[in-house]
């Protein structure tokens, strides 16, 4: 596996797979699917700053470098980038606008956070062209962002990987406590037992260290709030366990 900094170095045409580091066996799972796609297989690894609104969130974000290149290593990732804050941003760069369905949910909490993801997409992609990109479900309404702009590049949804306990796996999770560990298994219990918004709402505040931020079901194209004539209902849920951010996501079967 080579590791550089430089664009230049790298295979265009190849798989790729964009990370913040800190890997976990989701990340491992985008590599499995991108050596299926080509012999080529980019894992970045770059903290962009652009996607934090909050500067101690970017300060308290994980960073396991050395575990990160032994992960990507094992799982078949051929190159990684690790490309500078010069090459992704020069001087004049300028920062896209994500659409509308940015400000919804995640983008309601997090103003200006698609824009930045977007951004530094979209630069990764103009700068590796890349044939395929993987991205993970999990992130469910980056993953529809990033579907707007990926141009030529085809974009491929990975399936959430859970912990056996059914937390879904984030580079995050590693900033719970035990107790907020424990907890935070609400999310998945609720996102699996329950059949409306109500049902999703009462059986997530249930959990006394769970705050609430939202907790919806949508049609997985528009993002609007679903309703019974929407044919991909998703259910979403966003809140925080010890000030940590967790999110999560599962697609509903609507009963006829
Ligand atoms: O999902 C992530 O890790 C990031 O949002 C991404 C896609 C690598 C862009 O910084």
């Avoid at 941003?89 to 606008?97: E, I, K, T």
């Amino acid at each position: 596996m080579k590791v550089v900094t430089d664009v230049r170095e790298l295979p265009s045409g190849c798989a790729f797979v964009p990370t913040m580091g800190a890997l976990h066996a989701g990340h491992a799972s985008l590599l499995s699917i991108a050596q299926q796609k080509n012999k080529n297989v980019v894992l970045s690894i770059f903290i962009n700053p652009l996607q934090f609104e909050n500067a101690q969130d970017l300060a308290k974000y994980p960073r396991t470098p050395e575990a990160d290149l032994a992960l990507a290593a094992s799982h078949g990732a051929t190159h990684v980038w690790l490309p500078s804050q010069a090459e992704i941003y020069p001087a004049n760069h300028r920062v896209l606008s994500a659409g509308p369905i940015s400000h919804l949910y995640e983008g309601k909490s997090r103003p200006g956070h698609f824009d930045g993801v977007v951004t530094v997409v979209r630069r990764f992609f103009d700068l590796l062209k890349p044939s395929v990109a993987i991205f993970g479900e999990k992130d469910f309404q980056q993953l529809k962002l990033v579907e707007e702009i990926a141009g030529d590049v085809e974009i491929i949804r990975a399936p959430i990987i859970r912990e056996s306990d059914g937390l879904a796996m984030s580079s995050r999770n590693i900033r719970l406590t035990a107790e907020g560990r424990a907890a935070a298994t609400v999310i998945s219990r609720a996102l699996a037992s329950s059949k409306t918004e109500a049902e999703l709402r009462a059986a997530l505040s249930l959990e006394p260290l769970f705050t609430l931020d939202y907790a919806d079901f949508i049609d997985e194209e528009s993002f609007a709030p679903a309703s019974p004539q929407t044919a991909h209902v998703r259910a979403i849920v966003a809140g925080w366990i010890n000030e940590v951010r967790l999110i999560d996501n599962m697609q509903m079967v609507q009963s006829s």
